[in-house]
Structure formats: C-alpha cells, structure tokens
C-alpha cells in the first residue's frame, strides 16, 4: 500500500479534531466512533490508509463534514459543528465527478478514462458511477484522480449540504 501526502492531511487533520474535542487517544476515538483501535493506529502509523466511508462515520459522530479533514493547513477555530449531519462522500464524489466531466464536454466512457491516462480502467471509472454497490477510490487513488482534475481532494468528496453550510 502506498501512504501518499493526502493520507498525510488528512491523519494531521484528525489529529488535530481529536485534540479540539479532547479525544486523547486512539482508544478514546475507537470508542466514540465505533472502530477498531488496532485499525486507527495502523492509519497513524502508516500502515494503511482510512476508508472514505470511515471517516464519514467519524465525522458523522463529530458532526462535523468530512471534507475538512481533507484541507491543507486546517485552522481548527474554522470547522463549523452542525447538530446533525450525514457525510456520504460516495455519492458526494460521484456527482461532483459527473458534473466535472460534463463541464469538460467528456461523454463517454473512453473519453473520460483519457482524462487519467490510463490510471484507471472504463470498469473502475464506472464502478465509482453505479447506482448500487458503488465503489470508492481508496485515499492514494483520489489523491491522483484529484492531480488529474487539478481539483483538491476535498472538494471532489463535498456534498451539497456541506456547500450551503460552510
């Protein structure tokens, strides 16, 4: 597994949450958001990488967007805490797709896989399309896929919810 500089973000940025709500520990953060503890160290020992839908179940429970966690330079005295909020950067990061290859006039499967030059195949590219049993790219493939769009991570993973309120 390749730990690439958005893996590196966003475990700084969570560290730095953790911190803002007093979450001392990786244990203390396994408990608060139901995930195994084993699972958070290896992501801060760089072991493995979080899933999206991970830490959209983090944030969730934080109440905050998880597109945060993708910001460079996060200034904690920014981050907006909603009463309530459901993250699902899947479907976030599938529109915000759609929409970018749109405004690019890219309309077929081929065209778009052009955009990656080969990165990706037409079967993954459609994968992260479905409507049901949807995949999402893993930290290191958004990472390159958001070089390839000149669009910040962050930004691809951004839902509606979280634009009208930050």
Do not use: C
């Amino acid at each position: 597994m390749q730990i690439g500089y958005l893996h590196n973000v966003v475990m700084t940025n969570l560290r730095k949450i953790m911190m803002h709500f007093n979450i001392e520990s990786n244990k203390q953060l396994s408990e608060f958001a139901d995930v195994k503890e084993k699972t958070i160290e290896s992501w801060f020992s760089n072991k493995r990488s979080p899933k999206i839908s991970t830490l959209d179940k983090i944030a969730n429970k934080l109440k905050i967007p998880t597109y945060i966690l993708f910001k460079e330079d996060l200034e904690i005295s920014n981050i907006n805490i909603y009463d309530s909020i459901e993250n699902n950067s899947s479907d976030s990061l599938e529109k915000n797709l759609r929409n970018e290859y749109i405004r690019r006039g890219k309309t077929s499967w081929n065209d778009i896989s052009s955009i990656y030059s080969g990165l990706l195949s037409v079967d993954t590219l459609k994968a992260y399309h479905r409507k049901k049993n949807r995949i999402t790219p893993p930290l290191n493939t958004l990472e390159r896929l958001s070089s390839y769009l000149g669009i910040p991570a962050g930004e691809l993973i951004k839902g509606d919810y979280n634009e009208k309120n930050q």
